[in-house]
């Protein structure tokens, strides 16, 4: 399938509808070729831009329209493997609406709705993260606690994993914004496809959901203390998973990565093992921050983290996309970890603060934190 | 660039490819029954269609020892025939074993940790040959005098592997006298018990996993030496049944291991490495990669994924569906028998 170049959609524009749906009866919209994507819009408007996130750029694009006609467009250079979510902003008459691209299909969806997704060349969504048809499947239970720290009852998800003993320990994963991961991360799959392959063990997984996120996941210790507290000892008694902190892993993406953290750090001893992907680690040398009112703890906290590190785990897996604002505080993370004798793995990706990049990370994190010989398995 | 040093350095092996498989077609299977070889099987089992070409109607027994404690989690194998299946519990009753002669699992110990330094020595030669065939491979597109280098480099590489393999056999046959298996009254009853659990089945099934685990098995008890049945194995199990064992990963994060040759198979069959799971576990757009794979394998390199199929009849005659091969260009090819 050849790919069309700017000039030539152009032409088959001016060349009327017929041309340029013939044009793009096989091609993918956004259409990429190499580093290149061209961005396209069909309809009645007095302007067009493209909304993406990716930080270092200009939030909005404008895209030109072709001529006289109604077709918009936009071609800018995107590096290779890169995956970029972005809507269409159309301004009609002083009103202006964020559409999902119309020509595109490939949607990522999220707590606020979804985007549309452009792959450029060299990135491919992993097939590990794919629903598998037959195979081993893991369940979930679903039950509430009452809890004392934060003062109210919460619901507790845990997902069994297939080939799920009762007579043997588990080691045990808690994540935050756990119903998340399973929404936009496809966390039941990718734990299935790496559990039957044998390229994690069988974990019990445990998802956290807050009621009030910025708050609880803010470093807060209400927080720490259910986790710690209350509700490990209520999945030691109900599940047979590892008591020992070699066994247990705390995770989260965000604010989730600052609750794991900070967790860890006012428990030490409790998680030999964190997974923080895109943590919001905003922290000051000096002066004050400029992340609004509601990074305020999460500052306090990590001032005092980096002032005094203690251990919060042995082994850290870190990961951040370079298109998010938040990569200079992960990579700062890294080299101090490092400095206090941790073991680190950090990873990036040319991606930005979404659950596709979280999930994109999920094997290799899991794979580093929980090994397994997998080099011997030939299921 | 790979294509060009695939081009020049010419033939895969000593015989021509056809020859060579040519050859593998016909002196196999070594085991007169009906040998079948799968891809992997649980997502989209083929068990059955195969049982029924091979009009097999009563009962099949089934080795799921490379599950290791997850052995009887059989239930989906179950699921996709129409027969009974019986576990041969060759996992399960080997643990009883060695609980009741500890000694044995103390030499099998013992063993392991010679192979270990063993490997740990042949892990460095290996790496730094193929690192050395890499870059010769890369400046053959420029340089024509790293052609007689890369030759040599290949066939270090080779002898490397017949020397480990050697002296893992050594190591083997070593503690297989001091554990001295068709004496030892433990792995008599072991033997004993896993034959009687087969005896009415008109077929073997033999899963893949934890492929080490499920030769170690197979070796303890003989299996092999004891019944003549048909056989269907698939992936790990397939695996297990040829001349040699490579571990490979391609994709595994975090590690750049090069292709690993473990030890010597079940000798079921010869003249060709399996290689399941293919498409998730080697480069296979990467000709330099794939190139220098088949060039270090003394036999030609077959691929397996979940629909490959390779079947021979009682009379030798073998079919095959949905096999590649990796040819002398470091490409994959559909292979035809």
């Known amino acids: 399938m050849t790919i069309p170049t700017p000039e030539e959609l152009q032409r088959a524009i001016e060349n009327g509808d017929a041309a340029i749906a013939g044009l793009l009866q096989q091609q993918r919209v956004p259409i990429v070729s190499d580093s290149r994507a061209t961005f396209l819009y069909h309809g009645q408007a007095d302007s067009v831009a493209l909304q993406h996130w990716v930080y270092g750029l200009p939030s909005r694009l404008e895209l030109q329209r072709v001529g006289k006609s109604r077709w918009w467009m936009l071609n800018m250079d995107l590096p290779r493997r890169s995956r970029i979510e972005y809507k269409l902003v159309v301004r009609r008459n002083g009103h202006e609406e964020w559409l999902l691209d119309p020509l595109n299909d490939r949607i990522a969806h999220d707590p606020f709705g979804g985007n549309s997704v452009v792959h450029m060349t060299g990135y491919d969504e992993p097939e590990w993260s794919l629903p598998q048809t037959g195979g081993h499947r893991g369940t979930f239970e679903t039950w509430t606690m009452p809890s004392r720290s934060l003062q109210s009852d919460r619901e507790i998800r845990v997902y069994l994993p297939p080939r799920y003993r009762p007579n043997r320990r588990h080691r045990l994963l808690l994540l935050h914004d756990g119903d998340d991961y399973v929404r936009y991360s496809r966390l039941a799959a990718v734990l299935d496809n790496l559990i039957t392959r044998w390229e994690v063990p069988p974990l019990v997984v445990g998802l956290l959901n807050p009621h009030d996120r910025l708050i609880e996941y803010g470093a807060d210790r209400r927080h720490a203390a259910f986790i710690v507290e209350e509700l490990l000892p209520e999945l030691e008694q109900r599940y047979p998973i590892i008591r020992e902190p070699s066994g247990r892993c705390l995770g989260g993406a965000s604010f989730g990565g600052v609750a794991s953290l900070a967790t860890a750090w006012y428990y030490p001893n409790t998680f030999d093992m964190l997974l923080l992907q895109s943590g919001s680690f905003a922290f000051t040398d000096i002066g004050r921050h400029t992340r609004g009112p509601v990074f305020d703890p999460v500052v306090k906290f990590m001032n005092r983290f980096r002032d005094s590190i203690g251990k919060p785990a042995k082994q850290f897996y870190l990961s951040c996309g370079v298109y998010e604002s938040l990569i200079y505080e992960n990579r700062s993370l890294v080299p101090l970890l490092q400095s206090a004798g941790f073991q680190v793995k950090f990873e990036e990706a040319r991606d930005g603060h979404n659950w596709e990049n979280w999930r994109d990370r999920l094997r290799n994190g899991l794979m580093w934190l929980f090994p397994v010989p997998a080099w011997f398995y030939y299921e | ?337």
């Open chain 2, 1 to 337: 660039m790979a294509s060009h040093a695939a081009t020049v350095l010419g033939p895969l092996h000593p015989v021509s490819y056809n020859e060579a498989m040519t050859k593998f077609c016909e002196r196999n299977p070594k085991f007169h029954q009906p040998l079948v070889l799968l891809g992997q099987q649980r997502d989209v089992p083929r068990l059955q269609s195969v049982l029924e070409r091979c009009n097999i109607s009563g009962p099949v027994g089934l080795v799921s020892a490379g599950w290791e404690e997850d052995e009887d989690d059989d239930q989906w194998v179950r699921d996709a025939v129409d027969v009974p299946v019986i576990n041969s519990q060759l996992y399960g009753l080997a643990d009883q074993l060695f609980q009741q002669d500890p000694q044995v699992i103390e030499l099998l110990r013992e063993r392991q940790d010679r192979l270990r330094e063993l490997r740990e020595i042949n892990e460095l030669q290996t790496e730094h040959l193929c690192t050395v065939a890499r870059e010769l491979w890369r400046r053959l597109a420029s340089h024509a005098g790293a052609l007689v280098p890369l030759q040599q480099t290949f066939e270090q590489l080779r002898t490397v592997d017949d020397s480990y393999l050697e002296a893992i056999t050594t190591i083997i046959v070593e503690y297989d006298q001091r554990i001295a298996p068709k004496e030892r009254p433990s792995v008599l009853e072991y033997r004993h018990k896993v034959l009687e659990r087969l005896q009415d089945c008109q077929a073997l099934l033999i899963a893949g996993g934890h492929v080490g685990v499920l030769l170690n098995r197979l070796n303890l008890c003989r299996l092999f030496q004891h019944i003549q049945l048909p056989i269907i194995a698939w992936s790990g199990g397939a695996m297990a049944l040829g001349e040699r064992v490579y571990f490979y990963d391609q994709f595994l994060p975090h590690t750049k291991r090069e292709v690993e040759l473990s030890r010597r198979g079940m000798c079921l069959f010869s003249g060709a490495q399996l290689f399941p799971r293919a498409s998730q576990r080697l480069q296979l757009h990467d000709s330099l990669e794939l190139g220098i794979l088949s060039r270090r394998m003394k036999s030609p390199c077959l691929l397996l994924d979940e629909h490959s199929e390779m079947a021979w009849s009682e009379n030798g005659q073998l079919h095959a569906a949905n096999v590649r091969y990796i040819n002398e260009l470091g490409e994959t090819k559909e292979w035809t028998p």
